[in-house]
């Protein structure tokens, strides 16, 4: 009985080292800015979080060989983009979480209404959503307007660790 017991409490220690480990590794950082961006664009926070720790880690100062800037990782151009599509003329700071959150957001966001699917959106987010809107018109890539065989294999392992981090989180904060 006591070998049990001891077995038991292994488990739990083991059990228990493995949350904090994820916890470390998926961070619930930057509440404040998720949480205000989620319910304005309506997207679940696991949503904005994964993406965040996909992107950069979260890394407030990560800047890509792409010249991708902040926590979302926003090409200058694309926030030039999403700047005109808001009509909007003051620029913020890329670096700033604020900044990047609220942009990375509601360019998620716009994605998600353009094609009507978080996978779409997400290899959008990463490929381009004038590529993927090439992919769509191609029977070898898309069926009745969903990917399922994405061409590049970054974009296709990205929308994958992207749903995985979704997964996680769910299940680690019981979001």
């Known amino acids: 009985m006591l070998a049990l017991l001891l077995l038991c409490g292994v488990y739990l220690a083991l059990g228990e080292a493995k949350e904090r480990r994820l916890k470390r590794e998926y961070p619930l950082a930057y509440t404040d800015e998720v949480e205000l961006a989620s319910e304005k664009y309506h997207i679940s926070p696991e949503i904005l979080y994964a993406v965040i720790r ?3 880690g979260f890394d407030p100062n990560a800047v ?3 010249g991708a800037y902040g926590l979302m990782q926003i090409t200058p151009d ?11 003329d003051e620029r913020g700071d890329l670096l700033d979480p604020g900044t990047n959150i609220e942009y990375g957001a509601y360019f998620l966001a716009y994605l998600h209404r353009k094609f009507e699917s978080w996978d779409t959106a997400f290899a959008a987010y990463n490929a381009g959503m004038n590529r993927v809107s090439e992919w769509l018109v191609d029977e070898n890539i ?23 981090a979704i997964e996680i989180y769910r299940n680690l904060y019981e979001m």
């Open 78 to 88: 694309t926030y030039d983009w999403l700047l005109y599509v808001r009509r909007e």
């Open 64 to 66: 890509s060989k792409a």
């Open 142 to 164: 898309s069926e009745n307007g969903k990917l399922i065989n994405i061409p590049y294999v970054e974009t296709d392992n990205y929308v994958k660790k992207v749903n995985n």
């Open 54 to 56: 996909t992107e950069s």
